[in-house]
């Protein structure tokens, strides 16, 4: 089946605007990790959502952060008046049950951030 | 912040040669996991090594993991040009929370 979907791909935007990016887990997939990556480092987890809920968010850099997921499938990642340190690649990822001690998880391509 | 830390960073080696690359931890965990990233493409799942595991293999990948030394490896025997790519080791740390701690990854490139 389809794997895990992000759009857009590339985002390119200027300091202080609002951006919103897409993920679509694999169908059928319960838990959704959001996962920040900056250039030559790994994936820096930001937050995680069992169902509809945010069962763990501890890796949202600040409150201009804000993800959601309203119906248990697609989720979005919110970032207010962007900062040029925001600039990396979003990953997302679904594992079917959830919880990294049970699954492994499968990643999207990524959207490419840069705030100018 | 990142708990794993890969070394070598880089590594080069020639097509047919066997690669090995190291992963070290600072708390306990569940389990650990290896990801490959190739260029300009997501992660991909490699082998999972749960705690209570001290070797695992998968086609030409062997982990292995020593939770004294807080220290896992990948090998990856008769690398082809295809295995080029950054590989990252992730770990569930025993904290309660679901998320993968990665580290910053080993770039292999296999030269044909």
């Known amino acids: 089946g389809a794997g895990v979907s992000q759009t857009p791909s590339n985002k390119v935007t200027e300091k202080g605007k609002y951006v919103e990016l897409r993920c679509d887990p694999i169908?059928?997939?319960?838990?959704l990790y959001w996962y920040r990556q900056s250039l030559g480092q790994g994936p820096e987890f930001l937050i995680y959502?069992?169902?509809?809920?945010?069962?763990?968010d501890s890796g949202l850099p600040n409150d201009r952060f804000f993800a959601v997921r309203p119906e248990g499938s697609v989720s979005t990642l919110k970032i207010q008046r962007t900062e040029r340190g925001d600039s990396a690649v979003y990953l997302c990822a679904s594992s079917l049950i959830g919880g990294a001690r049970y699954n492994e998880q499968f990643f999207g391509p990524g959207t490419r951030l840069t705030v100018l | 912040s990142q708990q794993g830390e890969e070394d070598p960073q880089a590594l080069s080696i020639q097509e047919g040669e066997n690669a090995t690359m190291n992963c070290s931890y600072k708390t306990s965990i569940n389990n650990l996991q290896w990801y490959r990233q190739n260029s300009g493409r997501g992660l991909v799942h490699l082998i999972l090594?749960?705690?209570?595991?001290r070797e695992k293999h998968s086609g030409r990948l062997r982990v292995t993991l020593d939770t004294s030394k807080k220290s896992s490896s990948l090998l990856i025997t008769a690398s082809r040009a295809a295995d080029t790519a950054s590989y990252f080791c992730a770990t569930d740390p025993i904290s309660g929370s679901e998320k993968l701690v990665f580290g910053k990854g080993t770039k292999l490139t296999v030269n044909p």
């Open positions: 959502f069992q169902g509809t809920g945010a069962a763990d």
């Open positions: 169908s059928g997939h319960t838990a």
């Open positions: 090594i749960r705690s209570n595991e």
